[in-house]
């Protein structure tokens, strides 16, 4: 906890907004994504799919192939309370669906699905998409699973798998992803074997949006290795996330802002 209050320190003292940033591509981004604080009905649907979920006392066992939880102490988790503390927030919900929806991506990975609170604010930012979500807990997945049928979102298909064993048998030549949320195994290691693993399935327009840069020293070092690829272009560092843009006709940028 101290070392994430430090690292928020650090990053207040050196963000800016919108009013420093020089780039048209992020200024664009900015002001027209992440600033965007008119209502959309969307937003009532993501509300609904998070109130079902906090309505729900049951419990699951959770299988943690990750960096574990800060929060809990059991694998036995009741689904109103993962929802509650280890989902994605409201204010986050809403912002991945309007990055989904700003960027329009066809084919979406998600790499950790949780009870798919930010699958269903992916699914809605592009009805259109093909979306792949992971998750290495089985019954994890079950109530995701149960949750997009509940809510209509039928271009999702869900995988249980773990995730490197995903990677293993995936043909990266021949697939193309326009959105990667990475927010399964918040650990240095798996962090950039994924990102490594993954980069041969981008496109000029991909974007890439790594959860929890700041959870550990570890990934912070991870978020530092992944800047200084050369295949990177512009970064974006909003504290609880990190943006990877790789177009190619951009000078190599890295912004930290306020979101």
């Given at each position: 906890?101290?070392?994430?209050?430090?690292?928020?320190?650090?990053?207040?003292?050196?963000?800016?907004?919108?009013?420093?940033?020089?780039?048209p591509?992020?200024?664009?981004?900015?002001?027209?994504?992440?600033?965007?604080?008119?209502?959309?009905?969307?937003?009532?649907?993501?509300?609904?799919?998070?109130?079902?979920?906090?309505?729900?006392?049951?419990?699951?066992?959770?299988?943690?192939?990750?960096?574990?939880?800060?929060?809990?102490?059991?694998?036995?988790?009741?689904?109103?309370?993962?929802?509650?503390?280890?989902?994605?927030?409201?204010?986050?919900?809403e912002?991945?669906?309007?990055?989904?929806?700003?960027?329009q991506?066809?084919?979406?990975?998600?790499?950790g699905?949780?009870?798919?609170?930010?699958?269903?604010?992916?699914?809605?930012?592009?009805?259109?998409?093909?979306?792949?979500?992971?998750?290495?807990?089985?019954?994890?997945?079950?109530?995701?699973?149960?949750?997009?049928?509940?809510?209509?979102?039928?271009?999702?298909?869900?995988?249980?798998?773990e995730?490197?064993?995903?990677?293993?048998?995936?043909?990266?030549?021949?697939?193309?992803?326009q959105?990667?949320?990475?927010?399964?195994?918040?650990?240095?290691?798996?962090?950039?074997?994924?990102?490594?693993?993954?980069?041969?399935?981008?496109?000029?327009?991909?974007?890439?949006?790594?959860?929890?840069?700041?959870?550990?020293?570890?990934?912070?070092?991870?978020?530092?290795?992944?800047?200084?690829?050369?295949?990177?272009?512009?970064?974006?560092?909003?504290?609880?996330?990190?943006?990877?843009?790789?177009?190619?006709?951009q000078?190599?940028?890295?912004?930290?802002?306020?979101?």
């Open positions: 906890m101290l070392f994430q209050i430090k690292s928020y320190l650090k990053f207040l003292w050196n963000s800016k907004n919108e009013h420093g940033v020089h780039s591509f992020v200024f664009n981004l900015l002001t027209k994504c992440f600033y965007d604080k008119k209502s959309k009905p969307e937003y009532l649907i993501l509300n609904n799919y998070r109130k079902s979920l906090l309505e729900n006392k049951n419990f699951i066992e959770v299988t943690d192939f990750g960096a574990g939880s800060k929060v809990f102490k059991s694998n036995k988790r009741q689904i109103a309370k993962i929802a509650k503390t280890a989902g994605i927030s409201k204010k986050h919900a912002l991945l669906f309007r990055l989904t929806h700003y960027f991506p066809e084919n979406i990975l998600e790499i699905t949780s009870l798919g609170l930010a699958t269903s604010a992916l699914a809605l930012g592009n009805p259109k998409a093909k979306i792949t979500t992971l998750e290495g807990c089985p019954e994890t997945s079950s109530i995701a699973k149960t949750q997009f049928q509940k809510f209509n979102f039928d271009t999702i298909e869900s995988i249980v798998s995730f490197q064993e995903y990677f293993k048998n995936l043909k990266v030549e021949t697939v193309t992803f959105l990667i949320y990475f927010d399964g195994n918040h650990s240095k290691k798996a962090t950039l074997d994924y990102f490594e693993h993954l980069l041969s399935t981008i496109d000029n327009d991909s974007v890439w949006i790594f959860d929890d840069i700041h959870w550990s020293s570890d990934m912070e070092e991870a978020w530092e290795t992944i800047k200084k690829h050369p295949k990177v272009k512009v970064t974006i560092d909003t504290f609880q996330w990190g943006f990877v843009f790789f177009r190619r006709e000078e190599k940028e890295h912004f930290i802002l306020r979101a």
